[in-house]
């Protein structure tokens, strides 16, 4: 889904599961239907992320240090044979490095048996085990995106325990890294989708400093212009889709966009350009299908 900005820091294995779980949330929610949700930050968790659970040292199996309270919320783990067998191996696993690198292959596979929510758990795990901004980025990327799954979504308690370990990882992500910009996006974007009555403004916030840190940071460029859309505010659309056209000519999520945002602003022949030019690109197929669907029915 999406085209992550040159300019945010990059990490390794971590950047590359948070993109392969991206793919399985297609548009973003600006806000969560979830009304009857407490406005509180942690409580619900008995803290931050992970501290029901942490490991007290470090040659205590992994499998202590995971949220079983969370995975007994979840629908059975169905994941392949390939993964318990990595299971048990990080279960019987000491040397801290070993483990750390098993941790991500049960994190990786997890992702790629579209178990967003396993894998968040998981990550997690390694995050509190070896507490790096990075590790705990990646968990809280997983757990937003694992709150949009219909299973997630159809449990008021469990959308609001995912969400709030979302944050939470995010946080820690920026205690340890007060400057990176992907802590920040994460947080922003986590805070907008919890439902918590008076974050989504909050989030906003988190991602424009984002852009004012790094006004060429165009995943959060990207963002804030698809908020701007969902509320009609289409001027303010335009000039973000526009901002990231100026850094990269070829994004194309931002070239359909602004293609939808030219049109509710009456600009047809504008309209029609964008959109041929996303049909005809082979960059995203994706894109490139929706935009010959619109350009079907505006003809």
């Not at 968790?45 to 079983?68: Q, V």
């Not at 910009?181 to 922003?188: C, R």
């Not at 070239?255 to 047809?268: D, V």
């Amino acid at each position: 889904m999406a085209q992550t900005s040159k300019s945010i820091n990059s990490f390794t294995w971590q950047h590359g599961v948070v993109l392969l779980i991206g793919l399985l949330v297609f548009d973003l929610l600006l806000i969560a239907d979830k009304t009857n949700l407490d406005d509180e930050k942690g409580a619900a968790l008995g803290g931050r992320a992970g501290d029901g659970g942490k490991s007290e040292a470090s040659d205590t199996p992994p499998s202590t240090g995971l949220r079983t309270d969370l995975v007994a919320l979840l629908p059975a783990d169905d994941a392949p044979t390939a993964v318990a067998q990595l299971r048990t191996a990080l279960d019987a696993e000491k040397d801290a490095g070993a483990r750390s690198k098993l941790y991500q292959q049960v994190v990786e596979s997890y992702s790629a048996a579209g178990r967003s929510d396993l894998a968040a758990i998981y990550a997690s795990a390694l995050a509190e085990e070896d507490p790096k901004s990075s590790n705990f980025i990646v968990a809280g990327a997983l757990f937003r995106n694992a709150s949009q799954l219909p299973h997630v979504q159809a449990d008021s308690n469990l959308f609001r325990k995912f969400s709030l370990e979302a944050i939470g990882n995010d946080e820690s992500a920026l205690e340890l890294d007060p400057k990176s910009e992907d802590a920040k996006l994460e947080l922003g974007l986590a805070l907008v989708e919890s439902g918590i009555p008076g974050n989504s403004m909050n989030g906003i916030f988190k991602i424009r400093e984002v852009v004012e840190q790094n006004p060429g940071n165009t995943e959060a460029l990207f963002h804030l212009g698809k908020f701007s859309l969902d509320t009609h505010q289409d001027d303010k659309a335009a000039q973000r889709f526009q901002q990231i056209l100026a850094v990269n000519a070829d994004d194309v999520r931002a070239k359909y966009y602004l293609g939808i945002t030219e049109q509710r602003l009456g600009h047809s022949a504008e309209f029609k350009r964008l959109m041929s030019e996303v049909a005809i690109q082979t960059q995203d197929p994706n894109f490139a299908a929706l935009a010959k669907e619109t350009l079907s029915k505006n003809p």
